[in-house]
């Protein structure tokens, strides 16, 4: 690998790239423009938005006290609004008055077209007043009287209204009940239409003799309080009747008034209750017997900062994406398309001399996309709060973050661009023009944008499993980060595994970009018909001794689709029967019909050798035993790197399906045999015959031993689903499948997976009758059998030396075959050798 | 001359392998340095339709200094698998393919400082100038800087491209585009240069232009392969010629060499006999392969 080269590409790559106005465009001109002009126009939104007043009808308003008085002329009155002039300038309140304030009425407003008078309002209001206090009558639980004599309402509304529904049920035979039902829905439905277009948002019904009803309760208060002495005196009977308030939930422009409205008549509420507390003499502070009060312990920079952490995040990982989308099309597919990528190929610089010089110049525009968007919008946050000297801006300050997450977030943003940079130019590469390019990058941005979504979640913080997971690391260790500088100690904790797995997986996409451009197929692909028919003929009369790669691939969708549809259906009913049984049968089923059936079907009608593709070949009694020798080490092995997992928080806890399976094998209702048969047997059959056998056998067709195994192991791991499990699932699958590669055989491997799973049933019944010696064995307090470190280590000794020993032969094998000294077993047809 | 000496030295140092035995153990017994040397090429590639689709069919051939070698057959008859599978961009599934005596599997790299490639598909930067172009490659081929510069010099004046030496290569004519393609091609002054379909779609001018550079770069030495379905050039330039069809060489030799063997003074003719009896030949043998 030459660096001059790579240079050299690099070099000729951004200056192609700075001399296209497109690309120049989206990168620079964009971003420094975008967010200044956005800003601008929100401003300027601002200054000419004034959100339209809503109209809450108010009836009987007279009959409302007069001090604390709730109305004035404008309307309710602005103390008691904690925004004063500007809330209630957005409701515009049409009281109901009798002739005695009918003088004081200044001009009536003028009603804008469209709109309906003020008569008209009222006359609605009163007809839907009407139905409602109808409606209430239909209703057998009658919450709201508009009974002006308050001795009627003295048992109290609980035990009245259980009353009145205790006789409304036993009184009426169930068919009338319903017709009540019936025209109680009617009833609604009327009341709510007629609200929708009556063209006020909220009515407010003040039931009829209010201030009567108020004022007694006021004197009673005060003769009650002032009596101290008289016993008796001290309940004040006086119910006020409550004020209706009507509002539609369904409506947002309702909601809106209807939130104002209320927080007036709660502010209100207390005035009177502080006014008759005041006229009885009563101590203020007998309103808020629990008093409180609050401190703000974030400083305005940290409150900016909440902001920030929301919004930097989330546009890092979408600019640095976008900004590598594009250049990576036309360094890919364009090149192709411009028929520059053939002469590129002839020339005597290595491919991955090529592919670095491309990754380089695409990471540089993304690193540069993003950071000049960031500092646009961090720029133009800040000048605009600068301009804005009221509404939001004065209350979450825009300033800058400080320079440590600043630092943090640039170093973060390399690994992700690297890892955006490569993956972008691998499906660019693959592409054969620049519109497929974009066909097939579309769903990497679209996958991206879900993920960032989720991480703008406050909820979802920072856990060592989402550590490492792609995107969603860097995208919440930034939020972190820039939440809470204070706090973020703990947090830098999390930036080894996030920088490590960022960069191993831009290495992995980066890897692929390479492959891509040393396949001649991808390099020279002809645009052809894609002909469905003709597609699945050749597919089935092409067949080989084992799968296609492709084959292995749609294998493994197939389960896990099926897996995902089959999820609904899976939940054992536990409330018939046996839910143990039932439990067992259902993952019996699933194995046979969701894991083995795909695959051997798949294998019978693909490929013209089962005996090759699920490795039917009998196995030496060396690979037998290493298959259940390697079992028997690696469970101590995996129960405690497992627990240590949990113990440290790598992975959630189990989820409830999980525990009812282990909690199965724990009871010993069962008997072992049928545990074993479904726990271990079906298992070790089902789930070998798919991923040792099918998907192992198309993947490693390539040569790639390593590779396919790695892969084959990732594809067992999920189907597991559940963390922790496709963990576990996915180091085993390691060892089972250099166990089949080793052996060529998939007995080895069912032996391992049987046994495996036989100890781990075992395992999870307390572990027998083991005693617990405190060197080997011990059980932690729930009675669970653990093991202790000398036992891990001779396991680890011996599982590494069997595993070494499998690994050496493995190469060994290779290494023969490719020299061509191919030994007896000589795996099926080999087209892709090449005689030189 | 001193130049070719000095190649074959570098070549020694660099490829001791079967440069070396062809060069000197072998040279006995060979009359003339064979420059380009193909044996039994096999290419296949994954059909949609027929499942395998065999693109090279035992494909042999060999090429000396100063001769052109005309690969003349139809479209799709596998020239350009042929020439892509001698500048290594795609590996032969089975065969021999060599130039100056490397072998296009086990040294890629060192094929590829040896040959120039040109084809109608290869194109230019559209953002770059036709100077910048050049020099680009000059720089991938690793040619030092000084001797870069003097070469694109010499380069331009020969094929008189000064007046577009500043022009990008999106506002250039498709003759100028040519020119810088040929530029491109000879930059590092290749001992062998592959030219596939070179005038196909342009115009008489330019076409004409083209063939003129490629009859000099024969005069000058090179070892050159030729492919094309136009009789009119084959019969101009090529100092010998194969006729290739579905995979096959059916017919090889100097054109005197064809007429006489073939009974047939006009290549034309003798070209349609060749390809109406492959035809047939491949229609026997599907047919028989079904019954």
Same mark, same amino acid.
Request: with cysteine; aromatic share 8%; proline share 5%.
């Given at each position: ?360 110049? @695409? ?231 969701? @894991? ?170 307390? %572990? %027998? ?68 | ?291």
């Amino acid at each position: 690998m030459s660096w001059k080269n790579i240079r050299l590409v690099f070099l000729r790559e951004v200056r192609d790239q700075l001399r296209d106005r497109r690309t120049l465009f989206m990168i620079t001109i964009l971003p420094v423009l975008l967010y200044p002009m956005l800003g601008l126009g929100i401003v300027e939104m601002m200054l000419t938005f004034s959100e339209q007043s809503r109209v809450v009808v108010m009836l009987n308003a007279d009959d409302l006290p007069t001090s604390p008085a709730l109305l004035d002329e404008a309307g309710i009155s602005k103390e008691w609004f904690e925004d004063g002039e500007e809330e209630t300038s957005k409701l515009r309140v049409l009281a109901e008055r009798t002739a005695a304030a009918d003088d004081k009425e200044k001009s009536p407003r003028r009603p804008r077209r469209g709109e309906k008078t003020d008569e008209e309002l009222l006359k609605v209001a009163h007809q839907l007043a009407e139905k409602i206090e109808r409606l209430h009558g239909l209703r057998p639980e009658d919450v709201a009287s508009t009974n002006s004599d308050p001795a009627s309402q003295s048992s109290g509304d609980s035990s009245s209204e259980s009353e009145t529904n205790a006789t409304a049920t036993s009184a009426n035979d169930t068919a009338e009940a319903a017709s009540a039902e019936a025209r109680l829905t009617a009833a609604q439905d009327d009341i709510g239409q007629q609200f929708g277009t009556s063209g006020f948002q909220v009515l407010v019904i003040i039931p009829k003799g209010y201030r009567a009803a108020m004022e007694a309760m006021q004197r009673e208060i005060q003769t009650s309080s002032s009596a101290t002495t008289d016993v008796d005196a001290k309940t004040v009977a006086t119910q006020v009747p409550p004020v209706l308030v009507v509002r539609n939930s369904a409506d947002d422009k309702s909601m809106v008034a209807f939130g104002r409205v209320q927080k007036a008549l709660q502010s209100w509420e207390d005035a009177v209750r502080k006014f008759s507390f005041e006229q009885a003499g009563l101590p203020k502070e007998l309103q808020h017997p629990a008093r409180f009060a609050w401190i703000e312990v974030a400083r305005e920079e940290q409150v900016a900062a909440s902001v920030w952490s929301k919004m930097f995040p989330a546009l890092l990982v979408i600019m640095a994406l976008t900004g590598a989308f594009y250049p990576a099309i036309d360094l890919g597919a364009g090149e192709k398309e411009r028929g520059t990528m053939e002469t590129l190929l002839i020339s005597p610089a290595k491919r991955v001399e090529l592919v670095l010089g491309k990754f380089a110049t @695409i990471m540089l525009f993304s690193t540069a996309t993003a950071l000049l968007n960031l500092l646009s919008m961090g720029l133009t946050g800040q000048q605009m709060s600068a301009v804005m000297s009221d509404g939001m801006a004065n209350r979450v300050s825009l300033d800058f973050p400080g320079l440590a997450p600043l630092a943090w977030l640039v170093i973060l943003l390399l690994p992700l661009s690297a890892l955006f940079s490569a993956l972008c130019l691998a499906l660019a590469t693959f592409a054969r023009s620049t519109k497929e390019g974009q066909y097939y990058l579309t769903p990497l941005l679209m996958v991206v944008m879900g993920l960032t979504m989720f991480c703008l979640s406050p909820a979802v913080e920072m856990t060592p499993l989402y550590s490492v997971i792609p995107v969603v690391n860097v995208a919440l260790l930034l939020k972190g980060l820039l939440l809470n500088s204070a706090s973020s100690g703990n947090l830098v904790v999390y930036a080894i595994p996030v920088l490590i797995s960022s960069i191993g997986y831009s290495m992995l996409a980066l890897w692929w970009a390479i492959e891509l451009y040393n396949s001649e197929d991808v390099l020279f692909r002809e645009a052809e018909k894609f002909d469905i028919r003709m597609w699945f003929q050749q597919l089935l009369r092409t067949k080989d001794a084992v799968p296609a790669l492709p084959e292995a691939g749609f294998c493994f969708i197939l389960i896990l689709m099926l897996q995902f549809v089959a999820m609904a259906y899976m939940k054992p009913d536990l409330t018939n029967g046996d839910p143990g049984l039932t439990m067992m049968r259902l993952i019996v089923i699933q194995q046979l019909t969701m @894991i083995a059936c795909p695959a051997v079907f798949m294998g019978m009608l693909l490929t013209t050798s089962l005996r090759a593709t699920f490795r039917l070949r009998m196995p030496s009694i060396t690979a037998m035993a290493l298959g259940v020798g390697l079992a028997i080490v690696a469970h101590p092995l995996t129960v405690e790197l497992s627990q240590f997992l949990v113990e440290h928080q790598v992975f959630p806890e189990l989820p409830e399906s999980a525990r009812q399976v282990m909690g199965l094998m724990k009871t010993g209702d069962k008997p072992t045999w049928l545990l074993l048969l479904v726990f271990a047997v079906t298992p070790a059959i089902c789930e070998e015959l798919a991923f040792r056998g099918f998907i192992l056998s198309g993947l490693a067709r390539g040569g790639r031993l390593a590779i396919a195994v790695g892969i084959s192991s990732m594809m067992f791991g999920i189907i597991h689903m559940i963390p922790q499990q496709a963990f576990n699932a996915a180091l085993l699958g390691l060892i089972l499948g250099l166990l089949a590669i080793y052996s060529r055989s998939l007995f080895p491997a069912m032996a391992f997976h049987f046994c495996n799973n036989a100890i781990a049933t075992f395992h999870a019944g307390e %572990g %027998g009758t083991i005693v617990a010696d405190g060197v080997f064995f011990s059980r932690d307090p729930d009675g669970f059998l653990r093991y202790e470190a000398p036992l891990l280590i001779l396991c680890a000794i011996a599982g590494i030396l069997m595993i070494v020993h499998m690994i050496k032969v493995v190469i060994r094998d290779q290494d023969a075959k490719r020299r061509g000294i191919v030994p007896g077993f000589r795996e099926p047809a080999d087209r892709e050798e090449v005689v030189a | 001359m001193t130049v070719s000496i000095l190649h074959q030295l570098r070549v020694v140092g660099s490829e001791c392998g079967d440069a070396f035995v062809v060069r000197f153990l072998m040279a006995p017994f060979v009359s003339e340095p064979r420059m380009i040397r193909v044996q039994g090429l096999f290419k296949e590639f994954d059909d949609p339709r027929n499942g395998i689709f065999r693109a090279l069919d035992n494909v042999s051939f060999e090429v000396r200094p100063g001769e052109i070698y005309g690969l003349l057959g139809p479209n799709g008859a596998g020239k350009t698998t042929c020439l892509r599978i001698l500048s290594t961009v795609l590996r032969p599934t089975r065969g021999l393919a060599e130039v100056d005596g490397i072998n296009v599997v086990r040294n890629p790299e060192g094929v590829r400082s040896r040959i120039g490639f040109m084809s109608c598909n290869t194109g230019i930067y559209d953002r770059m100038t036709a100077w910048e172009m050049v020099e680009y490659y000059g720089r991938l081929y690793g040619i030092p800087e000084e001797k870069l510069q003097a070469r694109i010099t010499e380069i331009f004046n020969v094929l008189q491209m000064n007046d577009i030496r500043d022009r990008l290569g999106g506002k250039m004519s498709t003759g100028m585009k040519q020119k810088v393609s040929i530029a491109r091609t000879i930059v590092h002054d290749p001992p062998v240069i592959i030219f596939d379909e070179p005038t196909s779609g342009l115009d008489v001018l330019v076409a004409r232009a083209v063939l003129q550079a490629v009859s000099s770069l024969r005069d000058q030495g090179k070892c050159i392969i030729f492919s094309t379905h136009i009789m009119r050039e084959v019969e101009k330039l090529c100092n010998r010629i194969g006729i290739i069809h579905r995979g096959k060489i059916l017919a090889e030799g100097t054109l005197p060499e064809l007429a006489d063997k073939y009974q047939q003074p006009d290549v034309e003719e003798l070209f349609f006999d060749l390809i109406q009896r492959r035809e047939e030949e491949v229609r026997n043998s599907g047919t028989n392969s079904e019954a």
